[in-house]
């Protein structure tokens, strides 16, 4: 009568003690190399960035140090990849691992990943929660007790040296400078609505730069003069600007709301108001290398490096972009346009709030794209559909490039942008991601095995 439940009661003791068999040190290795939990971490560290409304320069700083504590942890296991230590301004080699130790260098540097994370946003807690759900799948691989542990406490060593690096970088003092004092005189930036917003990172430029030289190595030629005359080539910029946007196609729309990529945007409906949260342009960069890395079948190695010399050339673009922006200092469209043609007309896009010469999202985009460019090749074909989730559409772009230059198209289609402001953004976003490159890649070019990554 009972034989049938002793079976099953046999059987499934069997199948626990099957399950709980350490797995051979070659099948955890082969799972843990897969690129497939960084991906995850990666995109769950954007979600928290996105949940704690972090400034698009403050995001590529997260970005940034958390990219380089992954890389330089990984890297112990790729020698051939080298590391930033002497290409990144003031940045020394992370300690070693123990000699004669084995060590599962990707949980540890998902680990060196996490701690610096934890660090620098303001959902630490939830980050923490996540982290727990990570090393219990490297425990699902049959990763051994004594490796899983040696290798979380390495990767939390090389955090604590990227995090002293990142203590370093101006971010503390910038937070005691003055805020941004607006002028009267013409042609100078003003608050924007609909939030009428203090000026975002004024002091931005005063951040320590990892390649450049300067901040402003690579300045962008002096804007257009402010003039109402309509023979001026301000008044023409604007006045296009203006006709553009009362004649938007759908295309266009789409083209501007794809890369919109405004951390906040407010929507307001009668007397009631609220925000929707999105990603930020570094964010929505570094979902691209997602994309990539997938696409080409990146190993974890390749992808690494992937995110980091992108999220450097974010990080620098940033800064060259806002030295440029509280220099020239330059009214946007729509207070120029309220003010002097139509005090009704609304742009396609919320006007983000800082200076528009030169347009952040197009010199950092280019910044980015050039760098990847670079590192993927030319002719880089995909679709990217990672702000699907937040309303945004697909779209498929034929290379890399296509896609950085599109996003100059938007600004001036969403009417937060001039002409000049846009594509001498990416003007300058190509130049520093060109220096990026090659202070990156020095010594790399010829080594194969990087190359092909694969």
């Not at 040296?161 to 607006?182: C, G, P, S, V, W």
């Not at 469209?333 to 309220?338: F, L, R």
Request: charged share 20%.
């Amino acid at each position: 009568m009972f034989k049938p439940f002793i079976l099953l009661t046999v059987f499934l003791g069997m199948v626990n003690i099957k399950s709980c068999e350490p797995t051979s040190p070659g099948e955890y290795k082969t799972k843990a190399d897969a690129p497939e939990l960084f991906h995850k971490t990666a995109g769950q560290l954007t979600q928290f960035i996105i949940h704690d409304i972090f400034k698009p320069p403050v995001a590529s700083r997260i970005y940034v140090y958390t990219n380089l504590a992954a890389y330089e942890t990984l890297r112990q296991q790729y020698p051939a990849y080298e590391t930033m230590a002497g290409k990144l301004k003031g940045f020394k080699k992370v300690p070693s691992p123990e000699k004669g130790l084995e060590y599962c260098f990707p949980l540890a540097s998902i680990a060196s990943y996490i701690t610096v994370s934890k660090a620098l946003i303001i959902s630490a807690s939830e980050m923490e929660k996540y982290e727990q759900e990570i090393y219990q799948q490297y425990e699902q691989m049959g990763t051994p007790e004594e490796v899983m542990s040696r290798s979380i406490a390495y990767g939390q060593q090389v955090a604590q040296h990227i995090l002293a690096f990142a203590n370093q970088d101006n971010y503390k003092e910038t937070r005691a400078l003055m805020r941004y004092t607006f002028t009267q005189e013409p042609g100078s930036y003003q608050p924007t609505p609909p939030n009428y917003a203090n000026a975002c990172e004024p002091q931005w430029n005063a951040m320590r730069v990892l390649t450049l030289d300067t901040c402003n190595q690579f300045k962008p030629k002096v804007p257009a003069k402010y003039s109402l005359d309509t023979s001026s080539e301000f008044y023409k910029m604007t006045r296009q600007v203006y006709n553009i946007s009362k004649n938007l196609t759908e295309e266009q729309k789409a083209i501007a709301y794809f890369w919109d990529d405004n951390a906040v945007v407010t929507n307001v409906k009668g007397h009631v108001s609220y925000m929707d949260k999105k990603m930020t342009p570094p964010g929505h960069w570094l979902a691209i290398v997602q994309t990539l890395a997938k696409n080409q079948q990146l190993d974890l190695m390749k992808s690494l490096q992937a995110y980091t010399f992108t999220s450097i050339a974010l990080y620098d673009g940033f800064i060259a972009c806002w030295d440029e922006k509280y220099r020239s200092a330059r009214i946007r469209p729509i207070t120029v346009i309220n003010n002097m043609i139509d005090p009704e007309w609304q742009p396609f896009l919320e006007t983000p709030p800082f200076p528009e010469y030169v347009s952040g999202h197009s010199a950092i985009s280019a910044a980015a794209g050039t760098v990847l460019t670079h590192l993927l090749g030319n002719n880089v074909a995909f679709t990217d559909s990672t702000e699907y989730a937040y309303g945004h559409g697909v779209r498929s772009f034929k290379s890399i490039k296509e896609a950085y230059m599109e996003t100059s198209l938007s600004r001036v289609y969403g009417g937060i942008h001039f002409w000049d402001g846009s594509f001498e953004g990416t003007r300058q976003g190509e130049q520093v991601g060109e220096w990026v490159w090659s202070k990156l890649s020095e010594q790399q070019e010829n080594k194969n095995n990087i190359v092909a990554g694969k």
